[in-house]
């Protein structure tokens, strides 16, 4: 709903004459947080604008987020074994194959334009994870799971394209500094350092020197993301055991005295503390980072991002803009791209009994989970950014479609998949 609420407001903001000025002025404002001559927020001498540090600065905590979600799920969740893995990875691949297809084959042979094959790539894990929520416990676990995985996998093959398509003008000194970061994170994970604020502070450099080094500053979120211990230093045996001798230190209270409060010693101050201190190393650097980062990255820098990045021109454009060109191509991508792949792969690969359904579904089900995967608002926004970005008058043009065909495009799948939803899942018992 939040996020909801800022596409609709950047939508409003781009089209009120009274307001559209300062809608899209304010994303041009120089953002500076400097030390004498250094500003932490420059790129190759220039200060960036407050548009360039959400997509660059914000977005790589989103991605370092995504990045601590996928290290956990390749530990100990959902992609930590080749049968449970196996399924959202194939549905993955196929999410992303043809829908790169469908664009190539949709949108003009242009070059500028052809710049977007990725956009169509991504499934968007919260707006879709949040159309099943609309179902509650109608939808069988096995599917919810099944969306979780693949979404995960989506993006973490839109990281790699990132990396590989949308670097350039590599500068051999800071790629050289940042691998130097990246050695100080790995050596410090040998040598059991578990501090986050280590990390984060090292990571902080790294994106800076990531920023100036050619290769996308966001692919940094995730670099750090990998280095984040998902151990910890004694093991959870070690810290149970102290809490449980300190909780032995205080007396049995019988029932009558259940309500009395009494003033604490010092003594049972400290062993209070020791228990709190024990509790929260038995928590990984990981997952207690992933968990940290929930509310800013819900609820503050993905709505940022909507609000920056959804507002379109309206009166710039025309219907026929869905109808041809960029915006076609990423609404067939989304729509049409992402459920057949999705579902063709995963249909070929159960058939050929190398995986099987997700636990409680059916192939009317899972098809309709298929359709909820063309949802791919904010990598797909992402991409589009980096995709059309610094190509001058026409770039804004393309880039407005290639926005147009996300938001129309997501919409689509997410109202479609809802209805195929309560049509084939089984009504609550």
């Known amino acids: ?15 009120i004459p009274v307001v559209k000025d300062w809608y899209f002025g304010l994303w041009q404002n120089e953002v500076m947080f400097s030390v004498g001559n250094f500003n932490f927020f420059s790129h190759n001498g220039h200060a960036m604008s407050l548009g360039a540090v959400i997509n660059d600065f914000l977005m790589a905590i989103f991605f370092l987020s995504v990045g601590l ?4 799920e390749i530990r100990v969740g959902e992609l930590s074994t080749r049968e449970k893995a196996l399924l959202p990875i194939i549905g993955a691949c196929g999410g992303m194959l043809v829908p790169v297809l469908l664009f190539a084959l949709v949108c003009p ?3 500028a334009m052809q710049r977007g094959l990725a956009i169509p790539m991504a499934t968007d894990i919260a707006f879709s994870l949040g159309v099943l929520a609309v179902f509650k416990t109608r939808v069988p676990v096995g599917l919810k799971v099944f969306l979780a995985a693949l979404a995960v996998a989506d993006d973490l093959g839109g990281i790699i394209v990132i990396a590989l398509f949308y670097s350039s003008n590599i500068n051999m000194m800071f790629m050289l500094l940042s691998a130097a970061c990246v050695a100080l994170m790995v050596v410090a994970n040998i040598i059991k350092i578990r501090s986050k ?11 800076y020197m990531m920023l100036n080094s050619g290769i996308h500053a966001t692919i940094s979120g995730v670099i750090v993301a990998f280095c984040i211990p998902a151990t910890l230093k004694k093991g959870t045996g070690h810290y149970l055991e102290r809490i449980r001798k300190n909780i032995n230190k205080f007396p049995v209270i019988e029932v009558d005295d259940l309500h009395n409060t009494v003033v604490l010693t010092n003594e049972e101050i400290h062993t209070l503390k020791s228990i709190e201190s024990a509790a929260d190393k038995m928590i990984s650097p990981l997952q207690d980072l992933e968990d940290n980062l929930h509310f800013l990255i819900n609820f503050i820098v993905i709505p940022l991002f909507a609000f920056a990045n959804a507002g379109i ?34 249909w070929l690969a159960v058939r050929l009994k190398v995986v099987t359904l997700p636990a409680g579904a059916d192939w009317k089900s899972f098809a309709s989970v298929c359709v909820v995967c063309g ?4 990598v797909s926004m992402f991409i589009a950014d980096l995709s059309y970005a610094g190509l001058g008058a026409s770039g804004v043009a393309l880039l407005n479609q290639a926005k147009l065909g ?3 495009g997501s919409v689509v799948s997410a109202i479609l ?8 899942l089984p009504e609550t018992k």
């Open 417 to 424: 998949g809802c209805v195929l939803l309560n049509k084939f």
């Open 69 to 72: 979600e996928i290290k956990r």
């Open 109 to 111: 042979s242009d070059a």
């Open 313 to 346: 021109d309206l009166s710039q454009m025309s219907i026929g803009s869905l109808f041809s060109g960029v915006g076609l191509a990423v609404m067939v991508g989304l729509v049409v791209g992402k459920f057949v792949g999705v579902f063709s792969f995963s």
């Open 406 to 408: 996300v938001l129309c």
């Open 197 to 207: 604020a280590f990390y984060v502070t090292v990571g902080l450099v790294l994106w």
């Open 375 to 378: 949802i791919g608002f904010t």
């Open 1 to 15: 709903m939040v996020l909801i609420f800022f596409t609709v407001l950047a939508l409003i903001c781009a089209n």
